[in-house]
């Protein structure tokens, strides 16, 4: 069994505690936390503590906490040579202190609280400094999930960015659907449907072939009858920007 | 048993030519299109011809063929005072010949050649000029689905833009994440869990609430670091843009 101490309070850590403790290759034996109450539900589980001074003797620390902390809570871990991860998609591993063996372990999800997950299903995308200690990160993400890549600091930049344009920008344009719905009296779960086929339909052909609508088709009338109908500035602009970036990718002739 | 006619041989008449022989509460009689080869393979079980003036005897009418041809089709149907209705989500029912009695029977869903569907799950949007007729096309829609909702033209039409956002604009912004991962070697199915999970959530709760991200948080450091990141000035406008407004959906505080 691999040992491992995991420090955090948040979200992720709330995940990642449930997750470790369920896998069969790690013995979780220590959580952390500064804020205690915020990890108490552990203790069921789980030896707590939130004095850095008593964090136990492990084969992985796995730092899960939010960004800006990252950097502060590895130099403020006192020992050295050890192997320390963080969880987040969004920094390098080298913002961690280099007193330990590095690595990362980020967990590429939306983790709503209290929202249970199929965490078999999550990809855990993995780095370490030394090669020698990539192993013990694969056994614990392959305890867990089924989906583990190697993926360098460089390209988690480019996945942190990626997720940012098919989560967060996504969920935009449904929250915009939904007011488009709202202000005619229709429910916004007529569209689920919709939009559930549309998130499946690109596990079986890439984003490029999947594409309809009037952008796609270079259908001018319907463009025009949308651009007529909206009453916000703000929902005309995105069709217009996001109808000019169709357009331009697939050219504009006519289908 | 409701008798219809099914008229057109394009993508939605497919599907619904599939539905329809499925119904326990429809007698299929007769299918119709002008290039009879594309509904060639429905003769194993509908009677095809590719003459209006053969049209059968029916309760209902339904042309399910290209918005442009709606009109036209529904002119040249050689009898008046029936029952006729159209398929499309882009168009008002007024588009139909005033000959015949009129109503709209639009599936909300995104229709792909070949694959098959649970047409079950697939909103039927219903609107008639006739209360007396509605029921017709209630008993056909909900032998064929779960999901049956009284639409009139008008919330049709926001509807359909509603749609544009959260499948057309959707896809797009799938493919800007594809174009982000291919262009550092990343796996784009790396990216399908969170795309089926930001999907799913809207389900439970309102895309307003579930929100998250940079622009979200208002997270000004990740926010310069992905517009330093990208190359693509398509890309970054398109960045900015949705970035906007969610910072103007949630006011530009931080969180």
Redesign the interface.
């Known amino acids: 069994m691999i040992k491992v101490v995991l420090l955090g309070g948040g979200n992720v850590a709330h995940h990642l505690h449930e997750a470790l403790r369920l896998s069969k290759e790690v013995d979780l034996v220590q959580c952390f936390s500064r804020n205690i109450k915020s990890i108490n539900v552990f203790q069921n589980f789980t030896p707590i503590t939130k004095n850095l001074n008593e964090l136990k003797e492990a084969d992985v620390y796995i730092i899960a906490v939010s960004?800006d902390a990252i950097s502060e809570v590895s130099e403020a871990i006192p020992f050295s040579g050890k192997f320390v991860v963080h969880t987040s998609g969004?920094k390098p591993l080298n913002v961690l202190s280099k007193k330990n063996k590095r690595g990362v372990f980020y967990p590429?999800?939306?983790f709503?609280k209290g929202?249970e997950m199929d965490y078999s299903?999550?990809?855990f995308?993995l780095e370490t400094e030394d090669e020698r200690d990539y192993n013990t990160l694969k056994i614990i993400a392959e305890s867990i999930s089924q989906?583990v890549?190697k993926?360098d600091s460089?390209?988690r930049?480019?996945?942190?960015?990626?997720?940012?344009?098919?989560?967060?920008?996504?969920?935009?344009?449904?929250?915009?659907?939904?007011d488009?719905?709202q202000?005619?009296?229709?429910?916004?779960?007529?569209?689920?449907?919709?939009?559930?086929?549309?998130?499946?339909?690109?596990?079986?052909m890439?984003?490029?072939e999947?594409?309809?609508?009037?952008?796609?088709r270079n259908d001018v009338k319907?463009l025009d009858?949308?651009k007529a109908?909206?009453k916000s500035e703000?929902q005309i602009?995105?069709?217009e920007?996001?109808t000019d970036?169709?357009q331009?990718?697939y050219g504009r002739k006519k289908l």
């Open positions: 960004d969004n590429l999800q939306t709503s929202k299903k999550i990809p995308c989906k890549f993926i460089e390209q930049k480019s996945l942190h960015l990626a997720a940012v344009f098919v989560n967060n920008f996504v969920n935009h344009l449904y929250k915009i659907g939904d488009i719905c202000e005619s009296g229709i429910p916004f779960e007529i569209l689920q449907p919709l939009i559930e086929e549309t998130s499946e339909k690109v596990k079986e890439q984003p490029l999947a594409q309809t609508g009037p952008a796609r319907t009858a949308h109908q909206m703000n602009k995105i069709y920007l996001l970036s169709i331009e990718t």
